[in-house]
């Protein structure tokens, strides 16, 4: 393929253009800021020219063409605002506006409207349509997206984005002529994880966002550039505000990250900061009595509490959703005083060969090169919950090269895209079946199996699915093995590791993370890990991981934006553990129950939004950004709080002016390193996980983490959560139901009392016959899973 | 550990006389383009059902392997199509009111069924023998104006008479009253409604 490419020539509005023959006209005018009039037309989505509204004169061309479909060709002349291109789409505008009703005072898009700026720039001051409007019924399509379809202009941008980005059709273009009405036909909400992004794409009011209708106008609001918080892509959004208070969140362009989508988790979170259980100043706990005091009173006790205890006896515990100036200066301060025991890996169980890490959990990649590669294996993901945006780009090389996608994974997952094969076998067997898989690859390669791998890997047996996953592997140009949240959580997570670090070695593939947080990377950049300092620098004493801290109780503990119950994997033990602590202290924006009966001095911080920072995400790209709210009542930046800690703990290098001084501090450290080497050696014995003891009613829980439960903000998001009670409760298939004799009725309410370990839960059953037989699933972060234990466990149903 | 390559099987609720039909459409298709066969299936489920469930749409759309509201969209595009359980008549008598058969005295060829089968424009006969179709859209059959469908065949140069005649064959065999009954119904109007010129 030669490098040049071949451009054509083309003049519009007598400008001569270059083009790439066979572009859309509308394609290449909008490259040089020509503007077409458009609203059916999204350069993301597929040419529909159902809008007529972009007609251009073309010359030679007895009618006007529509830009959007209309390719260049050598020679093309074009003019797109003559009198006979003006007269066109003056007239589609008063067609389009036959049945559109004028009331915009009172619509949520009134002021950002593409209809409503388009007809004042091309539309004509009156209309030769004097009868009667048509009025639409509207629809209930669930708890994020509000429907009023009289607005509707039948563009079907809604229609073919579900079809083209969302990979699921759930709205449809109903009836015929006139009458044409979007809708889902029956009454069913919206369930893709993107379906927010027809509100952003939609060019009227027809669809709005519901958890923010009707409180402000568009020209009211303040527009914050900010990068949202849940999952390691780190997708670009706005967000706006009205008299400092949130209001709405939408998509930011970025090509090389989201190009101009979010999920709907990143999108409807911002709830979650106006929560009822915001804290509101700083409070001590004496004698078992909350009491409110000063900043001054609080950090100096804090500073008191940090002296009096053992270095070795602190433990420190951090969200990976925490900023990387905070994570950083939690850990600059905490190591300064002598405290090792730091981590922010919460829900990890197996730290075995944690000095193999590389820098931090790389993707591998650039997330766009996601779209190039041919065969992928996703070990323990659920990736189109967990990362929407990385399944996007899955879906994208599915979609344009047939890339091959294998899954092992402890349950069947729905894909929105055709999935090679899917591996499914239980928590404890996943292991077996990726083994085999690693088995297969050495009989490929003919490499020598490492000792610590070697007892497993003899043991299993090799299928024909392992030998073709390893081929394809092998044979693709571009493959990749990918590590989801699953498999972190997952009790063999180091099994599983060099499992996929070996079969990666072995087929030429490239081993990759899928980072769990936004700033799950940073926080191992920031040294938020017991056996390393900022920027991967050695330690002289290993501290102790999240499962040691808490299994060997730690008597004081400093928490940031962390809620044990909710954010480690076995609830059961952190509530014991927080419980047993001589004191707790929680730099935190929330106060929940159970926080107000395990802490002992709580600091109010400033909730994502009130605050500066930067999240790096799974690639290694840094993006800081700016608060754009208030602090809620006394709250502070926690990245000030822990400034001013290290001022009253005396520590030197406390000086920051800024967020931003703190963060270039790190950034020097770090040394502007974006790649890692994931490869590493694989040495050692590997976990080997024992078997369940399977009496009647044990089965083994698949608890990984729920859609909208992954952290302290997303989990207080009303419209998220109520969008989906399906997260808290437990499912199994219906010949396990059978087997154990539980009655099953038609009430979808119905409770069954669930029991791991001492504690029992009630909680609503549901069938799913995706579940393997012998499991559950009971989802990690839920109200009932603060109750249990670890995520991957025996569970009992015992009525 | 068990392989699974596509979603959970689940047994359809279509008809074995609906599945061969299906089968047959989707033979006559490349088999990447499976939704082709969809206006073929919804013929063959409207055959056996005289009306689209909901719940034969979406045995249809897992059978074709396309969305369930791709079906919906087609379904609710055509006329030929009746998605209203009501609408499931043994029997369907649409009458073409478009301009030419208007003009040709179609009109009183929908007040001579209503009234002889006592149902509205719309409705189906309480036994279920017949639908009567709201306002169907042109057929383009205008040189044999008025003229109407009865079962999506067309019958042209309509009389009262014919109309008569045509709807009684339709109707099952019954016991002498009831045949006296519908035979005095049908006396009252047997003449031809327009004076016919041309025709034939």
Redesign the interface.
Known sequence: MSDKIETIKITVDGKELEAKPGAMLIEVTDQVGIHIPRFCYHKKLTVSANCRMCLVEVEKAPKPMPACATPVTEGMTVWTRSEKALTAQKDTMEFLLINHPLDCPICDQGGECELQDLSVAFGGSSSNYHEVKRVVVDKNIGELVSTELTRCIQCMRCVRFG?EIAG?????????GDRVEIG???QKSLSSELSGNIIDICPVGALTAKPSRFTSRAWEMMQTAAVASHDCVGSNTHIHTFKKKLVRVIAGDNEAINECWISDRDRFSYQGIESKDRAEVPMIKKDGNWKRVSWEDALNAVAEKLKAAHPDNIGVLASPRATIEELYLLQKSMRAIGVNSLDHRLRQTDFNQQESMGLFPWLGMSLSDIEAQDAMLLVGSNVRKEQPMINHRIRNAVNNQAAKVFTVNPR?L?FNYPVE?????DPL?MV??LA?VAAASFKISKATIPAGLKDLLNAVEV?A?SKSLAKTLKDAENAVVFLGSIAVQHPGYSTLRALSSVIADNTGATLGYFAESANTVGAWLAGMVPHRTQAGGVVEEVGKSTAQMLDKGMNTFVLLDVEPSFDCDDAVLANETMKVADCVISISPYLSGSMLEQADIILPSAAYTETSGTFVNAEGVWQSFNAASQSYEEARPAWKILRVLGNVLGLDGFDYVSSSDVRDELKKACGGVSEVNNSFEVVGIYTTLDKLAVTNNVLQRIGEVAEFCGDALVRRAEALQKSAPQQDAIQLNSAEVTRMGLQVSLDENQLVDVKQGVETVSMPLILN??I?DGCVLLASGTESSSLLGSAFGSVEITS | ?????N??ESVTILTEHELHEIDGWLKRFPEDQRQSALLGALRAVMHEDHYLS?EKMDAVAEYLGI????V??VA???SMYEMDEKAAGKNTIAVCTNISCMLNGSDKIVKHIESKLGIKHGETTPDGEFYFKIEEECLAACCGAPMMQLNHVYHEHLTLSKVDELLDTCLPKRSDDDVGESESAAVKSTDSIVDKKGGK
């Open positions: 079809e699921m059709r759930e709205l449809g273009a109903m009836g015929r889902t036909f029956v069947h729905e094969l899917q591996f499914v076998s067997e077996n079946t085999g299928t699915e016959d995706a393997p | 550990m068990f392989v699974d390559n979603s959970l909901y969305p369930k509201v791709a919906y969209e609710s595009f055509y």
